[in-house]
């Protein structure tokens, strides 16, 4: 899987080594694992999909090469719990946040078992973020809004990366780049991709 991303541009060596180190298949129902090294997404139950390889590693290149040091991530969207692991093992602190409490617990016994003990978790509705804990260095959405959600901008810190895939339910996704300014943020659509949708509320 990584000469593949090799191959497919990845070029920074603690996800590369992060992504190696991580066993996926802890991260998806065995039923599944013979796929799990494919280069594709997979589903991880209610509807919900683990992203493939590619995209988990092109999202992280993006937000770790901003022009601070990107040490407190948040998540929005923990579902199996393999970006935030691929975040944690790359040395950040990550604050992820699921609203299918579910997802949750057992992302958190998939941590502790890989003793990944830098990730908080909170069970709410991810538009507005986590702001007790604001400003982070990076924001990685990992469900598709149809909008850029302001309240996460509002919680980076200045040179911070917001990476999030934006379209409306149907229609085609775009990766966006927001970066924020001392005084206000750029915005840079990236490649098209593809994620199940951000929903509002919370779900048990
Ligand atoms: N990062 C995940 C990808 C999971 S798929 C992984 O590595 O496996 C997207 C996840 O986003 C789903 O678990 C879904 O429940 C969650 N999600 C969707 N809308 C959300 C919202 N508003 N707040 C928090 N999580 C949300």
């Given at each position: 899987m990584v000469e593949r991303l090799r191959a497919q541009g990845i070029t920074h060596p603690a996800i590369l080594s992060a992504m190696n180190t991580l066993a996926r298949e802890l991260f998806i129902d065995e039923a599944l694992r013979m796929r799990v090294y494919d280069d594709c997404s997979l589903p991880i139950g209610q509807g919900q999909t683990l992203s493939q390889p590619y995209i988990v590693a092109r999202m992280t290149e993006i937000l770790l090469a901003a022009s601070r040091p990107v040490k407190r991530v948040l998540e929005i969207g923990t579902g199996s719990g393999y970006q935030a692991a691929v975040l944690a093992q790359c040395g950040c602190t990550v604050f992820t946040i699921e609203r299918i409490e579910p997802f949750l617990a057992v992302a958190k016994l998939r941590h502790r078992a890989l003793g990944l003990l830098n990730i908080r978790y909170l069970h709410r509705?991810?538009?507005?973020?986590w702001p007790s804990q604001a400003p982070f260095d990076g924001i990685i959405v990992t469900a598709a809004p149809a909008?850029?959600?302001v309240e996460l901008i509002a919680q980076l810190a200045v040179g911070g990366r917001l990476i999030v895939p934006v379209g409306a339910q149907g229609a085609t996704q775009r990766l966006t780049l927001i970066t924020r300014t001392a005084t206000s943020h750029t915005r840079h659509p990236l490649d098209a991709c593809s994620f199940v949708p951000m929903l509002c509320g919370e779900q048990f």
């Open positions: 509705d991810g538009f507005n973020g909008e850029v959600p």
